[in-house]
Each structure stands twice: as structure tokens, then as C-alpha cells.
């Protein structure tokens, strides 16, 4: 089903200074709306155009909560929580890092997809990604995005990471021809390597999709790194419903390097 959700248990690692300037620019009601959906941080860098679509009545979003953990033996474990729940859970990481030993650890990350109609068949859409306990292992993480019974526009890829560093927010943007994105027909990823010091993580990927069949859908899926990994091991994979989140196909010899969190998915 397809809704809108606040969750009021998202962390906030220091003072937000952006609500004034995201306030100018839209609507109270529509301000509510996008901030039940996006941090702040993330707000402040999105082109009027963008406020004003992910506003509109024309944007729907399904979302989940997924709490991952590494095992002593060193598989992993994922269940979903629901948004009511988060608060209590997340008083177990007073020290708000996602590590009980040196010999597991466990993650939770709320994940969404985005789908905003641009016309009868074309969509823009969105994964987006917030750590809500900041991770214990930093490198180089995969967002992506696969398309069933449709195909994503070239160009129109792009991706951002949103961290808290030194007293203050700062992204890192992934372009459409850059070195961290790997394209299929049917998708595409964007490996993004966790910025070290930094306390607190959002990720997002967008692109236009073309829509070519009723029953079109897309999915998306977050993988994390639980161990160093490189950006061309990030980038063993294929686009495929066999994969994590039922788009991530890891190569056999990185399998083991990633957290094999579920993913989203939405109906276009």
C-alpha cells in the first residue's frame, strides 16, 4: 500500500539551521510534507523544481525500517520494525555507534522509494536512505535501483550522500557519467564510500523512468559494507531480481562483504 509516513524517531545529530530557507520557498503544508519524508540537510540542497514535485499530490512513497545484524559466525540476520517501535529500539545505542562487540554488529536504516508522475508513462523516482545508529564499518556502500517492465532514461542518473562532519552538514553528488555508477538496461547502482569521522549518513539515488508496461514496478535496495571493501569490488555486480533487495547480484567473491538488507519497491 502506498502512503505517507512521519517518523518521528529520526536522529538528529546536532543543530538543523535550514528550516527558514526551506519554509521561503514552500508552502507550510507542503513544507509538513517533505520533512515527514527528508531531513532537513537533505531539503536545503533540493532545487525549487524538485520541493515542488515531491510535494505534489503526484508522489507517493513506500517505506521501511530494517534492523540487520552480523551474527558470531558472520551471517546476518534482517527483520523489519515498524516506524512506532523505533524510538524504544534505538535507547539500546546510547553511544549511538551500531556496534555491541568486535564480533557482530547491528544496523538499522530506514529505506525509501519514491515515485513522482512527470506525465502518463514517465516517472521520476527515488531511493532514499537514512542511517538512523551511524555505522560502525565505513567504505563503500551501494545504492541501486532496478525497473521491471520499464527502462531508465540515460542522463537523467544522479545520486547524493548527505553526512554530518565537524560541526556541519556536506554532500558528495554522483553524476550520471561518473566513475561511481554502474548502469544495466534494467537499472543502475551508484557505489558511495561512507565519508570517515562523519556521525551521520543519508544516501539517495534518482533517474526519469519510462514506464512501458500497466504493471510496471521499481525497486530498490541499500547495501551496506560491513568490511573495506574497494570501489571495483563495490561494483561486482549485475542489476537482477536474484540479488539483495531483489536488485543487488554480488559477484560470489564479495557476496560476503554486504549486509543483504531487503529492499523497497514501488508500483509505476
Known amino acids: 500500500m502506498k502512503y505517507m509516513k512521519v517518523l518521528s524517531a529520526f536522529i538528529i545529530i546536532g543543530a538543523l539551521c535550514f528550516t527558514s530557507n526551506v519554509k521561503a520557498e514552500v508552502s507550510e503544508e507542503e513544507y509538513t510534507k517533505l520533512r515527514s519524508m527528508f531531513s532537513e540537510a537533505r531539503l536545503s540542497i533540493m532545487t525549487d523544481e524538485e520541493k515542488e514535485l515531491l510535494a ?12 540487520v545484524t552480523e551474527t558470531v559466525n558472520g551471517t546476518f540476520n ?31 536504516k530506514r529505506i525509501q522509494i519514491f515515485d513522482s508522475d512527470l506525465s502518463d508513462n514517465g516517472h521520476s523516482v527515488m531511493v532514499y536512505t537514512q542511517w538512523l545508529v551511524t555505522p560502525a564499518t565505513k567504505s563503500f556502500d ?41 548502469k544495466a538496461d534494467n537499472g543502475f547502482g551508484i557505489s ?50 536474484n540479488g539483495f533487495g531483489e536488485v543487488l547480484n554480488f559477484a560470489t567473491g564479495i557476496r560476503g562483504s554486504y549486509d543483504r538488507m531487503a529492499g523497497v519497491s514501488i508500483a509505476l
Request: hydrophobic share 30%; net charge negative.
Open 56 to 67: 505534489s499530490d503526484n508522489t507517493t512513497v513506500e517505506e521501511k525500517i530494517y534492523e
Open 78 to 108: 534482517y527483520s523489519e520494525v515498524s516506524p512506532d517501535d523505533i524510538d524504544e529500539v534505538l535507547e539500546n545505542f546510547s553511544n549511538g555507534v551500531s556496534t555491541y562487540a568486535a564480533s557482530y554488529q547491528t544496523s538499522y
Open 142 to 182: 551501494v545504492t541501486a535501483m532496478r525497473v521491471n517492465g520499464g527502462y531508465v532514461v540515460e542522463g537523467t542518473q544522479s545520486g547524493t550522500q548527505t553526512y554530518w562532519k565537524d560541526g556541519a552538514y556536506n554532500f558528495v553528488d554522483y553524476s550520471y557519467n561518473g566513475t561511481n555508477i554502474r
Open 192 to 241: 558511495m564510500n561512507l565519508v570517515n569521522g562523519a556521525s551521520y549518513f543519508e544516501t539517495d539515488i534518482s533517474a526519469n523512468v519510462i514506464a512501458t508496461s500497466s504493471s510496471a514496478t521499481a525497486y530498490g535496495t541499500y547495501q551496506h559494507a560491513v568490511t573495506d571493501v574497494t570501489l571495483d569490488e563495490s561494483q561486482s555486480y549485475t542489476i537482477s531480481h
